[in-house]
Nanobody
Framework: QVKLVESGGGLAQAGGSLRLSCAAS????????MGWFRQAPGKERQFVAT????????MYADSAQGRFTISRDNAQNTVYLHMNSLKPEDTAVYYC??????????????WGQGTQVTVSA
């Protein structure tokens, strides 16, 4: 069973940056789309960004557009989420997932355990 492990979360100040990484245990990154989602306390899981298996297509939530960049390194089986101009409302647990190129969490069938991102004002 594929295993996805996120890292890079932590505490940042508003306006700052963080880079999240998602390492896959096998070649899943090379053959599936990879997405990032987030979930704040008391809220539903929310789409952030996704990238197709070649890296040629990306899609972002409106809240991430222009501030976040998703990228992938298929040789390293790793997907990244570069987050700039962070806002307190970006505070959430961030999850990576593999599956279809979609903004729906139902199209992804493997998930990581999540990494906490906290942005202070």
């Amino acid at each position: 069973q594929v295993k996805l492990v996120e890292s890079g979360g932590g505490l940042a100040q508003a306006g700052g940056s963080l880079r999240l990484s998602c390492a896959a245990s096998e070649g899943r990154v090379r053959t599936y789309s990879m997405g990032w989602f987030r979930q704040a306390p008391g809220k539903e899981r929310q789409f952030v960004a996704t990238i197709n298996y070649t890296g040629g297509r990306t899609m972002y939530a409106d809240s991430a557009q222009g501030r976040f960049t998703i990228s992938r390194d298929n040789a390293q089986n790793t997907v990244y989420l570069h987050m700039n101009s962070l806002k307190p409302e970006d505070t959430a647990v961030y999850y990576c997932a593999s599956g279809e190129f979609s903004d729906s969490p139902h199209r992804y069938d493997a998930w990581g355990q999540g990494t906490q991102v906290t942005v202070s004002a």
